[in-house]
């Protein structure tokens, strides 16, 4: 018997079990293989463009992925430095097994949790309600909450060429037996696509003929907890393809089973095959090629940017036609994977099903992409199953809260029709949802909940006094006018001034920092950069901030018109037939989240908001 069963031990599994177990919750976490917890079978890298947000924000909460990156990664980099705060991104190269044992350490050591090796073979569900899951070699086991984080392994199929194996990634089995119960519960299930390049033994590699990618120094860290000095141990290198790959591939397309028929699963558009780069920007006579290094101990290093399910024979022209991999030896061919998925627009914001109490889905069964995605939809399935074991409201990220709020809406309104990737561009508020302020956002829901700790609360409540105290000398320090002010300006190649100005007002300058103003007062130089970074933001971008801020309370009052669960689509007068349709089968939480489902017109919404007065006046 337990409280909650996990089913499988990818990144969602174990923020999901990590997270029920730090709220009190007895938990079994269920995976197919141990060796396979927390694997990255992809890219050994955690973060990026929008997905470095995600990460602090799973931080923020009290995951787990911040620190395990932290503790494990071989270079770090900060992107889009060049552009504004709101699309910085940490991104991190990661010691591929030193992060499993890091990630497997915390499941074993954490109190309430338990861990196994076990393939789930069916899920029971009584009354509408989950009241057990079974395993292939026959035992059942109460529980009163599931989480489904089965990745990419129902019904998986290995594809290299015209070979098509059952079987997980790297060689890990597949999971033939869940789809079949999902089924039945309720869940029509489709095929998606995803894939990963070759591996290359690094003593083939000619990195004379790459370009060096160095880390940043110095390094920032993914979690707000993280104190120690953090240093970059490795470089990745740069180099291209080239017509020579190009002519291979264009060779050999009628052997590549995404044009020959034997792919039938829909594969992510941002993150394309090599195959598909050459078909589809046939103008360019190049592209980037990244080399990674997936471990301190490894000899592999990753291939990003040619991913590939090419024939072997292939792969092997292909990638030693490459500048610097002419001796290229292949450790681990490239292949592609197609597995079962759900429907996301079947759950609750809360990633709950909307018909079968107590079974939750997180990570790529939902149709995402991504280990940060799916440690984030974990993190939350996992909360929100231990709210409801311990019968409380559940947790629900709005789009004006969080990124996980905008993935979380994005699956359960709109739905994808192919791997879900998160991208700066999907957040309407993202000047508001920096990664920087993730904790500021998020750390207080965290604590309230019983995940964050009373330690990041405190450091969260600190930095806010910090930055307060500091915007309040800013706003209070003034500069006269005279020589040595006008030689300051001159300095920084700002025009004389006859009238004096603020440290608030310099600061509001584009091409002045706050360091710069700390030449002039000391004062302004404290200890906690993050509260320095803070101060400068709110600063610099407060005209920006003050609009955003009067657009989400403008969405807020459509997020907060609440639609009752039992209303009766059909009953309303004037809704158009396919608004009812996909009202009545996604059961929108509010008003807000029915107007960004596809299909419901803002006539439709404005009925909704008549009929819901009508009803006020009638109670």
Known sequence: MADLVVIGGGHAGCEAALAA????????????????????????????????????????????MGLAIDDTFLQSRMLNTSKGPAVHALRAQADKQEYQNRMRSALFTQERLTVRQGEVSAIDVEDGRVVAVHTASGQCIPCRAAIVASGVYLRSDIIIGESITPGGPQGLMSAPLLSASLEEIGFPLRRFKTGTPARIDVRSIDFDEMTPQPGDEPVVPFSFLTEKQLINTHQCYLTWTTPETHDIIRANLHRAPLYSGKIHGVGPRYCPSI?????????????????????????????????????????????????????????????????????????????????????????????????????????????????????????????????????????????????????????????????????????????????????RMERTERKIRETEKLLGVLRTTRYTPGVDFNAWLAAHDQPESATGASAEELLRRPDIRLSDLCEMSPELDIDDPQAKEQAEIEVKYAGYLDRQDALIRRARAMEETLLPENID???????????????????????????????????????????????????
Not at 38 to 60: F, Q, T, W, Y
Not at 292 to 305: A, L, R
Not at 571 to 581: K, Y
């Open 21 to 64: 177990a730090r709220m009190g919750i007895d938990t079994l976490l269920l995976t197919l293989n141990m060796d396979g917890i927390a694997l990255m079978a992809c890219n050994p890298v955690i973060g990026g463009s929008a997905k470095g947000h995600l990460v602090r924000e799973l931080d923020a909460l009290g995951g787990e």
């Open 569 to 619: 689509y059909a009953a309303v007068t004037g809704l158009r037939i396919e608004a009812r349709q996909k009202l009545e089968k996604q059961k929108p939480r509010s008003l807000a989240a029915a107007s960004r489902i596809p299909g419901v017109s803002p006539a439709d919404v404005a009925v909704l908001m008549v009929y819901l007065e009508k009803q006020k006046v009638n109670v």
């Open 275 to 455: 195959e598909d780069k050459i078909v589809k920007f046939a103008d360019k006579d190049r592209h980037q090629v990244f080399l990674e290094p997936e471990g301190m101990k490894s000899h592999e290093w990753y291939v990003q940017g040619m991913s590939t399910s090419l024939p072997e024979d292939v792969q092997w022209q292909m990638y030693r036609s490459v500048p610097g991999l002419r001796r290229a030896e292949l450790t681990r061919l490239a292949y592609a994977i197609e597995y079962d998925c759900i429907d996301s627009r079947q759950l609750r914001p809360t990633l709950e099903s909307l018909h079968v109490k107590g079974l939750f889905f997180a990570g790529q069964i939902n149709g995402t992409s991504g280990y940060e995605e799916a440690a984030c939809q974990g993190l939350l399935a996992g909360m929100n199953a231990a709210l409801g074991i311990q019968g409380r409201e559940g947790l629900v990220l709005t789009r004006d809260m969080a990124y996980i709020g905008v993935l979380t809406d994005d699956l359960t309104t709109k739905g994808t029709d192919e791997p879900y990737r998160m991208m700066t561009s999907r957040a309407e508020h993202r000047l508001k949802l920096r990664q920087d302020n993730a904790d500021l956002r998020l750390t207080k829901i965290g604590h309230g909940l019983g995940l964050a700790t009373d330690e």
